[in-house]
């Protein structure tokens, strides 16, 4: 089975503050994605990965940056938490071998809470 | 971008009936999935179906992608399904990433 883990399942922080949210996947897929959802604005995609070091913007990226160094591993940086990530996060992944893409699998989510 | 519309987006039934989540969306895609989001948060996968129908125990699934809408069908549901589902699309760009829907809020009363 799939398995997508992510680092905390409650966060609380301060504004200002530098946060690190890690997800990893052990099936050895290319694609990882995270995501936030809010009460009344649903699911939006804030970054994607399709490979190691590689990155892309989704909707809404602003306040936020990822790092991914290694195939298993997609972390999400608020570089200065505000108020206005207050979320629940959510990091995903998929494979897309033989070109054909193929069903997502979630992690857990964090509910992150900024102060 | 592409339109994802649930309906109803709210729903209550008595445990035991049966009910019918219908999603449209505005585009043509790669991927389908409807997913049931439980008190915790967390996004179970229940079907991934670009095209055709699949069934899984009372639970199954049908997507016409030439017309663009899948139909979600609960059969003698349990206060356990209660949560929100929702449906997902891929759409047929390479972006590989998923638009959601805003989701059916079913509750199941016993």
């Known amino acids: 089975d799939v398995k997508v883990t992510q680092s905390s399942r409650y966060l609380v922080k301060r504004t200002g503050e530098k946060v690190f949210l890690e997800c990893v996947q052990d099936?050895?897929?290319?694609?990882m994605f995270w995501y936030r959802q809010d009460p009344g604005l649903g699911l939006r995609l804030i970054y994607f990965?399709?490979?190691?070091?590689?990155?892309e913007k989704g909707d809404i990226p602003e306040g936020y940056s990822v790092s991914r160094e290694k195939k298993e591993r997609f972390s999400l940086i608020l570089e200065s938490a505000s108020t206005n990530q207050t979320s629940m996060y959510l990091c995903?992944?998929?494979?897309?071998?033989?070109?054909?893409?193929?069903?997502?699998?979630f992690g857990p989510g964090t509910r992150l809470t900024v102060l | 971008g592409i339109q994802v519309e649930q309906s109803p987006p709210d729903l209550i039934l008595q445990e035991g009936a049966n009910s019918t989540l219908r999603c449209n969306f505005s585009?043509?895609?790669?991927?389908l999935q409807w997913f049931h989001q439980n008190p915790w948060g967390q996004l179970i996968n229940l079907f991934y179906?670009?095209?055709g129908t699949k069934q899984n125990g009372r639970l199954s699934a049908t997507t016409v992608a030439t017309e663009r809408y899948s139909l979600l069908y609960i059969s003698s549901s349990q206060t356990t399904d209660s949560g929100v589902y929702f449906c997902?699309?891929?759409?047929?760009?390479?972006?590989?990433?998923?638009?959601f829907g805003s989701g059916t809020r079913l509750q199941v009363q016993p």
């Open positions: 995903a992944s998929s494979t897309s071998r033989g070109g054909d893409s193929y069903e997502q699998f």
């Open positions: 099936m050895d897929h290319e694609n």
């Open positions: 990965s399709y490979d190691v070091k590689m990155k």
């Open positions: 585009d043509s895609v790669n991927n």
């Open positions: 179906i670009p095209s």
């Open positions: 997902a699309v891929e759409r047929n760009t390479g972006r590989r990433a998923l638009t």
